[in-house]
């Protein structure tokens, strides 16, 4: 498994942001191989936060090469001042099942 971390500080987000925004989340979910996502904010700093699981690294790749994601890619100066991207293999996760998680087990009935 592989985690794809997007950390990133906001300027103003308009229509166009908010539209392209939606079609990369679901060409990201129609990708064989994606396993969910979660978002964090930091209120201290502004930052946002958002974690991506793939399968398999091709399927991080498809997300990467798609071309609403490349789009985005050359406009982000006009939404971001700023981002980092951090590509992990993921080889644990593990919790009690006391809250939701892309990575949990289902639930036992």
């Known amino acids: ?7 990133f500080a906001k300027r103003e987000f308009d ?3 908010h539209a392209l925004d939606q079609a990369i989340a679901q060409a990201a979910k129609s990708i064989p191989g994606y396993l969910g996502e979660e978002s964090w904010e930091n209120p201290a700093n502004g930052l946002i936060c958002n974690v ?3 399968e398999t ?14 789009a985005a890619k ?3 100066a006009r939404w971001l001042q700023g981002y980092h991207v951090v590509i992990a293999q993921v080889t644990g996760s593990y919790g009690d099942g ?4 892309p990575l949990a087990p289902p639930k036992q009935g």
């Open 52 to 54: 991506y699981y793939w």
């Open 15 to 17: 229509d166009a942001f």
């Open 98 to 101: 006391g809250i939701p998680h």
């Open 74 to 76: 050359e406009q982000q």
């Open 1 to 7: 498994m592989y985690s794809s971390t997007f950390t």
């Open 57 to 70: 690294r091709e399927a991080l790749e498809a997300l990467m090469q798609h071309p609403m994601h490349r």
